[in-house]
């Protein structure tokens, strides 16, 4: 029920952003006061991508988490922010803030040296809030949190064996889902290239949370994703 009341304050956030923004767009080009600072330029638009995950485990761990595959989905809103020049482009604002909503699913293959392994996928309705510099036109450098909400696993359960030599159990560890903390945080760095309204781009997600109160593993993940930028409205000063 947390969660569900989350997102909808999430969405609901979003929405508000979006609708004071076009609202702040649609002013009168011929305002001079509009036209006397630093300018916005804002667009929104859908994302996609893949992404390769695994866990960060325990260092006395006797079994290990290999990478597995998964996709994200979603959109963004995008500010950024111009020079004081009239007639500055969307190409010239050095800083950026972008907003997003995503589905994306990660997870891990979690490996020990019995035949019996653990493939385990997350799905999470992720959140984050970027930073992104330019150093040139179109190259952008970004870094920002990233809000998790679990809505899925594909397991209730994980566990591993470790046999000895004379292949007898040694160990048995099993691990349950149903404590799996619903909410994550990950720090999120990325570099990305901007072709006109289509941009590829690359993340690391670094989990900051562990998975559950007993199972000291925390999320990471790298991403490669396309996104296609829709303007909003014309530039305009950030000041009334």
């Known amino acids: 029920m947390k969660r569900i009341i989350s997102l909808i304050l999430i969405l609901i956030g979003l929405s508000g952003v979006s609708a004071e923004a076009q ?39 006797y079994y290990y988490s290999e990478y597995r ?6 959109g963004f809103l995008n500010f950024r922010f111009l020079n004081r020049d009239i007639r500055s482009t969307a190409e010239t ?32 309705v992720m959140v984050p809030v970027m ?3 330019y150093p040139l036109a179109n190259l952008y450098l970004e870094v920002g949190p990233a809000f998790g909400f679990n809505v899925s ?10 046999f000895n030599e004379d292949n007898l159990v040694e160990a048995d560890i099993q691990y349950s889902l149903e404590n799996l903390h619903a909410n994550d945080i990950t720090a999120t760095f990325g570099v990305g290239y901007r072709f006109g309204k289509l941009s590829i781009g690359a993340r690391y997600y670094l989990g900051l949370s562990y998975l559950a109160k007993n199972m000291q593993w925390r999320n990471r993940w790298f991403e490669l994703g396309i996104s296609y930028s829709i303007p909003i409205e014309k530039k305009h000063s950030i000041f009334d």
């Open 23 to 61: 609202n702040f767009f649609s002013q009168d080009d011929d305002n001079q006061v509009m036209n006397d600072g630093p300018k916005v330029f804002l667009s929104v638009g859908p994302t996609a991508g893949a992404t390769m995950g695994t866990f960060s485990l325990p260092s006395d761990a």
């Open 131 to 133: 930073f992104q510099v």
């Open 69 to 74: 595959p998964g996709f994200t989905v979603g």
């Open 153 to 162: 696993r594909t397991s209730d359960y994980v566990r591993f064996y470790k």
């Open 93 to 124: 604002g050095i800083l950026a803030i972008q907003p997003e909503i995503r589905f994306t699913m990660i997870g891990g293959n979690c490996r020990s040296n019995s035949e019996f392994d653990s493939n385990l996928g997350l799905g999470y």
